[in-house]
């Protein structure tokens, strides 16, 4: 099974890569963890790429995950898709998108890590807390455009691990209908509304869509 993590900067997408290759490995099962382009070629470079050079990272990830040796799961710590996405914010290029979303369909499952982590400086790769934001919006807007059903991952620590496994889960679990969890999957583990992870509820909730005043949280 295909796992790709996408994210702003400073959402915990390698963290996420590894604890999660690190349960299935503690379970005897096989990962391969395909690691980012990007942050490989920017400590090579001692730069940021230029905006002709974006396209050649986007195809390098993808052929990252087509290169990779089979294993029972694969996790990709980020795909084309977000170097799409600083292309069109930075270079407002917005050319890479079609190449991106192609390819995001070969992965099985799409988790999308939330803003809930603090921000924190790594070097060339990071801008500051103030476009996770955008870049958050921007990937939403992509998948959707590509008819791409994903997950968002909330939680501090192990939470957003077990948030993280609980998605996959429910989605290998649901078999041709990967995000439409059974009600029973839903109702079988305690679940706070901000760790759900469903986007359309995750809209709701941030966005204060409900049929009446009354209906808050507790009400989840």
Known sequence: MKIALLGAE??????????????????????????????????????????????????????RVLDAPSAQWLVADTTPLMVAVYSDMLFDDPSLYDFALEHQRHYDITLLTGLDLPWVA?????????????????????????????????????ARLANALFAIESAAASGNSPWANSRKDAQSRPWTCRDCSDPACEHRLFTGLWASPEAGLADR
């Open 10 to 63: 400073s959402t915990g997408k390698t963290q996420l890569a590894q604890a999660l290759a690190q349960h299935w490995q503690q379970k005897g099962q096989s990962v391969t963890v395909v690691s980012e382009t990007l942050r490989e070629w920017c400590d090579q470079h001692g730069r940021t790429p230029r905006a002709s050079e974006q396209l050649g990272i986007a195809h390098q990830q993808a052929q």
């Open 122 to 158: 790594d070097g060339l790769q990071r801008d500051g807390p103030h476009v996770r934001e955008p870049v958050d919006a921007r990937v939403r807007a992509a998948l959707a455009r590509g008819g791409i059903a994903h997950k968002v991952i909330y939680g501090q620590g192990e």
